[in-house]
């Protein structure tokens, strides 16, 4: 059975950064697609960025340049965002996807409030 469990939101100032962890277990393999989304309140839920299993890295535009994401070999996500302003409140989800059968796997989320 495959769990992800998402950590580290909160409330921060607008300017702040925090520091969101995905933590994977189950069969989740180093050759899995990892990537983060979020959904704010009465909106879609929305990509935020992806790191690949080789470690190559996209981001949506919104964020490009402000977060940043990375992982490690014991299959644990992490993003770091900084510069946080009041539309990156949202609830962050953790995504991990099996590139060859498809299946795919959602964490809880967590949630970030930036305001004032």
């Known amino acids: 059975q495959v769990q992800l469990v998402e950590s580290g939101g909160g409330l921060v100032q607008p300017g702040g950064a925090l520091r969101l962890s995905c933590a994977a277990s189950?069969?989740?393999?180093?050759?899995?697609?990892m990537a983060w989304y979020r959904q704010a309140p009465g909106k879609a839920r929305e990509w935020v960025g992806t790191?690949?299993?080789?470690?190559?890295k996209n981001y949506a535009d919104s964020v490009k340049g402000r977060f940043t994401i990375s992982r490690d070999i014991a299959e644990k996500m992490y993003m770091q965002m900084n510069s946080l302003k009041p539309e990156d409140t949202a609830v962050y989800y953790c995504y991990a996807r099996n590139p060859s059968s498809g299946t795919a796997y959602w964490g809880q989320g967590t949630q970030v409030t930036v305001s004032s």
């Open positions: 189950g069969d989740i393999f180093s050759f899995y697609v």
């Open positions: 790191v690949s299993s080789g470690g190559i």
